[in-house]
Every structure is written in C-alpha cells, then in structure tokens.
C-alpha cells in the first residue's frame, strides 16, 4: 500500500483503510466501543472488544452480508440483566462465539447455573491492539472466564484481515489455567442476512460429508438444507448437523447478487459443523456454526461424554476463516 503513497496515488492510506475506534451513545449498546475496519479490498466490518472481540455488521462492496436481529448491539451491562433470557439480547452479528463452559441451552450442571450458549460474549477482551501493516490488519485481545475457587479460561484471540482482501480470520489460543481439567464446549455462530441470503442463494458442500437433522422438524427438510425459501410468515427454525471429514469448508453463493461467501475451519478441534436456519419473516438468517459440540447443553454433554475436555495447563486452538468474493 505505501507504494500508492511513493506513486503520489495517496496522501493518506485512510482514503483505502481506516482502522478506528468508535463509541456508541444511545441504546441498549451505549457506551459499548467498537473498532469500524476498512479495507480496500471492499471489506468493513465492526470487531466488539466489549463482548469478547467478536464480529458485527459486516458488508462487502457495499452490501450487507451478515445478519443483525431485531434486538440490535448489546453491551456486557445489558448482557448481566438477561442472563436468562437469551432471546432478548441476543444480536447475532457476522460472528457469536458460544462457550466457553456451555454451548446450547441453559442447564444446571451440578449446582452451577449454565446460561443459554454460555457467558463468552458477556466478557469483555483487554489488552486489545491493532497493528496495520502493508499486509494486513491485526487486532490482538485476551478474554477470560473465571470462577472464585473454580475455573480460569484464557483466550488469546487474533483477528487478520488483509488490507488488499475481504477476509476475516479468527485465530483463538484456549488455555486452562488450573490444575484441574475443564470441559470446554464452543460454537463459533457465523450469521449472514439479506441480501446475500435470499431465495437466490444456495450452500456448497463437499462431497464427501454427511448431514444429520436435529429434530423431527427438521428431518421435514432434508434435501432442501442448501436451498433458501423467501421470508414465511410463522416459519420456525430448524438445524443440521454436517459431518465432513476431510475438506472443512462450506460456500454460500448468492449468482444474482454475484458474490460467494466461503467459509473454512479447523477441523480437528471443531469436527461439527451446525447449520441454523430461519425463515419467518423478520427473523430470516441462515447460521453457520463449526463447533466441537452436539448442542445439548454442558451437564447433556458431560454425561454422554461428548464434552471435549481441556488438560490442566493444556492450550488448544481453532480457526475460522471467512472470505468474501465477487463471482
């Protein structure tokens, strides 16, 4: 990029990439910052360092890919009054990462209460930085899970977007800081909205992998998981597991639109990948969500020993990249 600025093209290299920090002032999300990235290669995209550094609104040449709903930015303050009603706060977002204790309903595992996909985005990341190089944009955080005589889990999340491209890599190092093991169970909850989905659009997969309903509801719609309806009135939701095995990664296509969203994953410490789907009216989204859980809740899991469980001082690492193009 500074070769722009040495050929006299720029004077500022904010004209193509800006990487600032913002503060909101009214709604439930006020005072909550966000750091607003810009590429030139025709990415922007709000990163949340007051809930765990994940990622918001999210658009690609000026049109909107991913999907907010209809609460809208929370913030951690809002977070603590509805631990127990997560359908009021929950704000979807181009990344939600579940976890890092519980991933899918709220349970009670022993006498510890579990919150509704855990309490990661309620945890607000420090030690946050942003670097920018003539590559690319780095923005570095620690979040923590904490218990008075009981857990310590570190993440070190690192976000990578290039300056020229319009992708999002994130990088998260998972230690337990305890001499005790701990169960850990993530969904990374990647949201796209209109009007990249649409009835236009269709999923990709590999042909290698297997899918799996959730429910009896959902088992309603096999054969059509990677085809899209327009916006139902009542619609409810279904899900679908994927097993792949060797190739982890999905694409979801809008040809209308001319642009291919394509997601891969660390498959070897998220083996599953959930696909959400909703389309009623004014809640119309499709998630897609790699994961190391089957979404029955941390005391379901434990007991069917599905929990991947973290060593005492033990780190393990996972990846999700998504990457936006023209087709």
């Known amino acids: ?75 951690p303050a809002v977070i603590g009054h509805y631990e127990n009603e997560f359908s009021n706060h929950f704000p979807g977002g181009l990344l939600y990462t579940c976890g890092l204790r519980n991933a899918g309903p709220a349970n009670r595992d022993g006498e510890e209460w579990q919150p509704t996909h855990g309490r990661y985005h ?72 209109y009007p990249l989905l649409s009835e236009k659009a269709q999923l990709v997969f590999p042909e290698a992998h297997q899918t799996l309903p959730r429910t009896d509801f959902a088992k309603t719609g096999l054969g059509r998981e990677c085809v899209f309806d327009p916006p139902q009135d009542n619609e409810a939701e279904r899900v679908f597991f994927h097993v792949l095995t060797k190739d982890y990664r999905v694409q979801l296509e809008n040809p209308e639109l001319g642009v291919r969203m394509t997601m891969t994953w660390s498959g070897s410490t998220l083996p599953l990948l959930s696909e959400w789907r909703s389309m009623g009216s004014g809640d119309y989204v499709l998630g897609l969500e790699p994961c190391n859980t089957t979404l029955q809740g941390r005391a379901a899991e434990k007991a069917n020993g599905t929990a991947k469980v973290l060593k005492a001082y033990e780190t393990m690492t996972n990846k999700v990249k998504i990457d936006f193009a023209s087709i």
């Open 122 to 193: 309620s945890l607000s990341a420090t030690q946050v930085s942003e670097e920018v190089t003539d590559s690319f944009i780095t923005i570095r955080g620690r979040i923590r899970e904490t218990a008075l005589f009981g857990h310590v889990l570190e993440v070190r999340r690192t976000i990578r977007i290039p300056v020229s491209g319009a992708y999002v890599e994130v990088e998260d190092k998972i230690t337990n800081l305890t001499p005790r093991d701990e169960a850990v169970l993530m969904i990374y909850h990647c949201n796209f909205g």
């Open 1 to 75: 990029m500074n070769e722009l600025v040495k050929k006299g093209y720029l004077g500022n290299l904010d004209q193509l990439i800006s990487v600032r920090r913002v503060t909101l002032a009214e709604g439930p999300a006020k005072g909550a910052d966000i750091i607003e990235v810009r590429t030139a290669g025709g990415l922007a995209l709000d990163v949340l360092p007051d809930t765990g550094l994940d990622l918001g609104q999210c658009s690609y040449k000026g049109v909107n890919m991913s999907w907010i709903s209809k609460n809208g930015y929370d913030s």
